[in-house]
């Protein structure tokens, strides 16, 4: 905790990028539409029903830091470690000042292909930090998988496979922009 509170101090410094790294998944079964923060119109004893096709799920692979920055990328397949991988490589490329990854431990974060490449990172600019075990209240990324399923979706989004790809890409693509979360500050205790 000690050290994350270093890395956010030296981030609202503006000496190093600091994001938080997290995977998610979107699925049309067994959707909720009263979690979507808005209720929907209908008349007393009314069933809503919301078409959706069954079985799709498109998984999520992000980065955000507390001023919104976004990086993320979207797949049909699984995400795995070869994925995050790729996706930090790609990252690590395109960096300015030193960059800090903060990951939970999930097995995909800690493989021996992930921890083969860190020297290589680190020579870039790009460290991995990962959170102790059952923090996920720590992991601000989380945060914006449920802003992302419990508001900026719409009921009328889960409709069938494309129309959730476009808007889950969509969404992501705003993070920043028009879409955007109010972090609290980050808080040692």
Request: overall charge negative; charged content about 20%; hydrophobic content about 35%.
């Amino acid at each position: 905790m000690e050290v994350l509170g270093e890395l956010e101090q030296l981030s609202e410094q503006e000496v190093i990028d600091l994001f938080y790294g997290d995977e998610s998944h979107v699925c049309s079964e067994k959707y909720v539409p009263y979690g979507c923060g808005r209720p929907l119109p209908q008349f007393p004893g009314e069933r809503v029903f919301i078409p959706s096709e069954k079985a799709y799920r498109l998984n999520c692979w992000g980065l955000i830091s507390r001023q919104n920055e976004c990086y993320w990328h979207t797949s049909e397949h699984s995400i795995d470690s070869h994925f995050v991988l790729e996706r930090l490589d790609m990252l690590s490329l395109s960096i300015h000042k030193p960059t800090f990854i903060v990951l939970d431990n999930a097995s995909i974060h800690t493989a021996k292909i992930i921890r083969a490449r860190i020297p290589i990172w680190q020579k870039r600019g790009l460290y991995l930090f990962c959170l102790p075990t059952y923090s996920p209240q720590l992991n601000i990324a989380e945060t914006m998988w449920r802003h992302l399923k419990g508001g900026w979706l719409r009921p009328e989004d889960y409709r069938d496979d494309q129309t959730l790809a476009y808007a889950v890409n969509r969404c992501l693509a705003n993070v920043g922009r028009c879409l955007n979360i109010n972090f609290s500050p980050f808080n040692a205790k």
